[in-house]
């Protein structure tokens, strides 16, 4: 399958791949700081943003078609990362096909598998309840959806994917039927003997619980070289509660200094 994309700057490529209901909107802002030294790519995975939909939604569907971007795109040594979902597509990838790759870098997510969350199925519902043809403004969908997502930051997470379709008709990006569909297999975990003998970064939210301190021993068994590096004051949406920390995690990865002034 074809994904959608953005691309920032020059050299050694790297791949940034959102986490559930995101998009590679979520990560231009980075994406930018990275790319004054690195082609920065950032794809949309399957049935988010502007790539296909497909009632196939796993993460080995999503690990070809990985394979199938870099192949494209004719990308040597990329430096692969992932968020959450992402970084589960991240490791599959990696696992599949080491020699693709020059390092792994994962934002707080194991290879384990986990239990369902009901956040995951509430902001399919709020989404859902959402009749669209009756709203014609952002506002009116933000009014709807505070009835049943209290956060304001998971509620504007999710308005990124509104987008008009045609002039006054709004629509969600996301192929919500789909995800709800397949919303257990994201939750998968990585069942492999395979491990990975490249660099490899872990860096996790101090007040997330996705890595706990029995995935340490599982990610090192894995990923024979990880490093784990916690950014204190930041949730599991580590992007947006500390861009500055991770840019600067991120940069030490990659051999380079974080810029914040893109």
């Not at 030294?37 to 049935?47: E, G, I, Q």
């Not at 992932?82 to 599959?92: E, T």
């Not at 505070?146 to 008709?169: C, E, G, T, V």
Request: with cysteine.
């Amino acid at each position: 399958m074809k994904l959608f994309y953005r691309q920032f700057g020059e050299g050694q490529p790297v791949i940034i791949l959102h986490g559930l209901f995101g998009l590679s909107d979520n990560w231009v802002s980075i994406g930018k700081r990275i790319a004054t030294k690195f082609a920065v790519y950032l794809p949309d995975l399957r049935n988010h943003g502007q790539s296909s939909h497909s009632s196939t939604f796993n993460y080995p569907a999503m690990t070809d078609d990985l394979l199938e971007f870099i192949e494209e795109h004719n990308l040597t040594n990329p430096i692969l990362t992932g968020h959450s979902m992402g970084g589960k597509v991240a490791m599959n990838f990696a696992l599949d096909h080491p020699t693709m790759l020059a390092q792994l870098i994962v934002i707080d997510i194991s290879p384990r598998r986990y239990p369902a969350r009901s956040m995951h199925s509430d902001i399919i519902n709020a989404m859902l309840s959402v009749n669209l043809s009756d709203v014609t403004s952002r506002n009116q969908v933000e009014a709807l959806l505070q009835k049943s997502l209290s956060d304001n930051r998971i509620r504007q997470f999710i308005l990124k994917n509104l987008y008009y379709r045609a002039p006054h008709k709004l629509d969600w990006r996301p192929n919500l039927a789909a995800i709800n569909d397949n919303l257990v297999e994201i939750f998968d975990g990585i069942t492999t003997g395979r491990t990975f003998n490249k660099p490899a970064t872990f860096i996790r939210g101090g007040l997330s619980d996705y890595i706990t301190t029995d995935d340490e021993i599982l990610i090192r068994k894995m990923f024979l070289l990880a490093q784990i590096k916690t950014i204190p004051s930041a949730t599991h949406w580590v992007h947006a509660d500390a861009p500055m920390e991770l840019c600067r995690l991120l940069s030490a990865s990659l051999g380079k200094e974080c810029t914040m002034d893109q």
